[in-house]
RNA sequence: GGCUCAUUAGCUCAGUUGGUAGAGCAGGGGAUUGAAAAUCCCUGUGUCCCUGGUUCGAUUCCGGGAUGAGCCA
């Protein structure tokens, strides 16, 4: 019997992408995005969204559902991927979540913080504040909060005193322990491995692919209102180099660098998720179907 | 051929008024519950180009050599 929900996780370039669809092939599968960036439109070759091609082999889900201008979030992202999963699993098909946005795909694995949304107005007003001035703000409101935080992580600690301010409360209060071991025990999944130098040529071969096939027309045509998709590795170095701040070499390079340290964070995020069997990237495609089909 | 300047961590460079050296980037390790492809933390011993000399002691001063750049022929 195959299980009805599979999360298939690992670091950008890890061939997520074949996988996933030899899976549904195999299994008679729908494949639902679990990638930050593949929610959005117009950013396709940069995020490595599967082509048009790779879509119509089985059903997609999730991929190219946001202009560029819309922002996300991991807990609006679980809101729209989990009923998708469910009408998946209730037509007695088996959802294939794909994806290295580890935060997103903890989200559905794990559950929701009881927490506000984000708030655009404190996070503007926000912006001008210094990391020490919201780190001392933090404290004052929630020392215990403040204390489990960097003070030097802005993203961090501005969240966390923007949940004090919204719900006049404590952030600390509002944290909860996922790990629930019940829970974590149903979970499915497989996180893909590479060996590290093998990662990083995959990355670079595959961000000067990206270069050559329209990367760059991609970023010349971002709206300016952009919100989070400009946050994608690669936008800031495209745009360096057509306003003249680097060569296309040098941006390349940026990208790959990036690119490869962006995937050490993955590895890390996912080394942590220890109900994920880990699976080895470079095996044949049938192998590595075969394996999955075994454990499952 | 002559003169000048350079040569220090994988890369770009700082520095030591002579007591064997330090930044940025890269690399390595880690954090992470509504911006996450984001954000943040930890991590730097290297024939200080080689070789003689001066010195208690030279990467630092002096001589010679090598390599590179520039200028003059």
Known sequence: MISSRLFLCGPTASGKTALALALAEAWGGEIVNGDAFQLYRGLEILSAAPSKDEQAACPHHLFGIMDAEESMDAARYAALANPVIEDIESRGKTAIVVGGSGLYLKFLT????EAPPGNEEIRVELENWSVDQIF???Q??????????????????????????????KASELRQNFEDPALVEKLKGIALTWPREILAERI????QIMLESGAIDEVKALPLEAGTIR??????????????????????????????QYAKRQRNWFRRESWLRLLDGSLPLAEQVAEVTRWD
């Open 231 to 260: 946050q994608a590795i690669g936008v800031r170095e495209i745009e360096a180099y057509f306003s003249g701040q680097m060569t296309l070499a040098e941006c390349e390079e940026r990208i790959t660098i990036s690119t490869r």
């Open 136 to 138: 001392r703000r933090l």
């Open 110 to 113: 794990h559950g929701i913080a």
């Open 140 to 169: 004052e409101l929630d020392p215990n909060e403040a204390a489990r935080q960097n003070s030097q992580n802005r993203r961090h600690l501005s969240r966390a005193l923007e949940i004090c301010l919204v719900t006049g409360g």
């Open 204 to 207: 670079a071969l595959r961000t």
